[in-house]
Structures are given as structure tokens and as C-alpha cells.
């Protein structure tokens, strides 16, 4: 069982393009969420997914950043019209059908510099 | 909104020691779960241990447990036999049914020869 894969690892964008980051949980996980990282911090929500669903979103920013988690397929973080700020680490974490014990599991981040 | 903090942004330990990482934590729930990760320099993030707040018994795994005060509301790791590769960045994290994890500041923490 393959753990949460995410690509790319390393992500490089001049500002005002776009950053698609993909997280393809673990085999049997229907939850995803995502974290960002900034350097010397902690991981801050963002948003959690289920399949089709937001179940919770209160950590996106209002602007340019989306989130999906379709039926088929990875779940996709896409940032529009990316600044200097977007640069951090994104992890993603991905649990089972919710038990609320089971701890979540993570992929090995995706860094995204803005140049 | 429940928060997760810890005080200790660093922490030192001498080889072969034993070192406390504290967590505390805010929540108007009464069942919950708290982990505490480990995020090495690779930046691989780590379930070190887990704890259910209805089990009063402390959770341990090998050298790493938990001293867990559901009054307090207090979750502090202690590492037993400090090794050079637990030098780390831990992190407290809080779970409640059907939420999402929220996490602490970190501790990062330093073992010396």
C-alpha cells in the first residue's frame, strides 16, 4: 500500500502563474486534507476534502486558492496568480473513512517557490 | 475554535537522556485525540504516538510516552534514551470526530553527543 503521494515535490513559479499541486492519498482513504508550511512554522489548515465534498475550507484564503478532490483521481490544489507569499512547503494528509482516532497520514510535501 | 500551543520552541537533550515536550491545548469537547508528529529534516511528517481522551491509561510506544492531564488539559511527550535521530521538529496535534487536525507551533528539538 503505497503511502500519500504528492507531485511535484519541488515547484517552481514566476509570479501571476498558476501552481497545480497533486496529492494522491493512500489506497482506501476518502479524506484528504491539506497544510501549508511556512519555514520555521507550523502546519497551518487549509482545507479538508472529501470525495466531491468540502466538508471544511475556513483556512483557504478568500482569493486564488482552490481545492478539489474529485471522484476519480488525485485531489488538486490549484493557487492562481501566484505572489512571493504563496512560497512554503504543502502538505497533504489523507485518513480513512472517518473514525476521528485514526491519525492522518502525510505525503512528503510539495515546495513552491514563487520567483 | 480549538488551538494547540506549544512553549517550548526548542528544546535540548544530551544523548542517552530524557527530555518533555509540553502541548497544551483549548476544547469545549469532551472526546477528542491528540497525537504528537515528528517532522525530521527530510520534512517527512511522523505519527510518533496517539492518545484517546476517554482512555485515562498514558499512551507509550518503545522510548516515547505521554503524560496526558485531561483536567489541565495538558499532552506532554517525554522521550526516554534520547538517540541522535530523534533530533526533530514535534508537533501536538488535536482531533475531534469529523473535524480536521489542528496543529501546535512545534518544538524543535536538538540531541547532543
Known amino acids: 500500500n503505497a503511502g500519500v503521494m504528492q507531485n511535484p515535490r519541488h515547484l517552481v513559479r514566476r509570479r501571476g502563474q498558476e501552481a497545480r499541486l497533486r496529492c494522491s492519498p493512500m489506497?482506501?482513504?476518502?479524506?484528504v486534507y491539506w497544510y501549508r508550511q511556512l519555514p520555521e512554522e507550523g502546519l497551518k489548515f487549509m482545507v479538508y476534502?472529501?470525495?466531491?465534498?468540502?466538508?471544511?475550507e475556513s483556512g483557504m484564503p478568500k482569493e486564488r486558492f482552490s481545492a478539489e478532490f474529485p471522484k476519480e483521481g488525485p485531489s488538486i490544489l490549484r493557487i492562481q496568480q501566484v505572489v512571493r507569499g504563496d512560497s512554503a512547503a504543502y502538505f497533504c494528509a489523507s485518513s480513512p473513512p472517518d473514525t476521528g482516532s485514526t491519525e492522518a497520514f502525510f505525503g512528503q510535501g510539495t515546495r513552491l517557490t514563487v520567483v | 475554535a480549538q488551538t494547540v500551543t506549544q512553549s517550548q520552541p526548542e528544546m535540548s537533550v544530551q544523548e542517552a537522556e530524557t527530555v518533555t515536550l509540553s502541548c497544551t491545548y483549548d476544547?469545549?469537547?469532551?472526546?477528542?485525540?491528540l497525537f504528537w508528529y515528528k517532522q525530521p529534516p527530510s520534512r517527512q511528517m511522523i505519527l510518533v504516538i496517539r492518545q484517546e481522551a476517554y482512555k485515562q491509561q498514558n499512551a507509550t510506544e518503545n522510548r516515547f510516552s505521554v503524560n496526558f492531564q485531561k483536567a489541565a488539559k495538558s499532552f506532554s511527550l517525554k522521550i526516554s534514551d534520547s538517540q541522535l535521530g530523534d533530533a526533530a521538529m514535534y508537533f501536538c496535534?488535536?482531533?475531534?470526530?469529523?473535524?480536521?487536525?489542528?496543529f501546535g507551533p512545534g518544538t524543535r528539538l536538538s540531541v547532543l553527543p
Open positions: 476544547t469545549s469537547e469532551s472526546d477528542y485525540y
Open positions: 496535534a488535536y482531533r475531534t470526530y469529523g473535524q480536521n487536525f489542528v
Open positions: 476534502l472529501q470525495k466531491e465534498n468540502i466538508i471544511d
Open positions: 489506497k482506501g482513504h476518502s479524506h
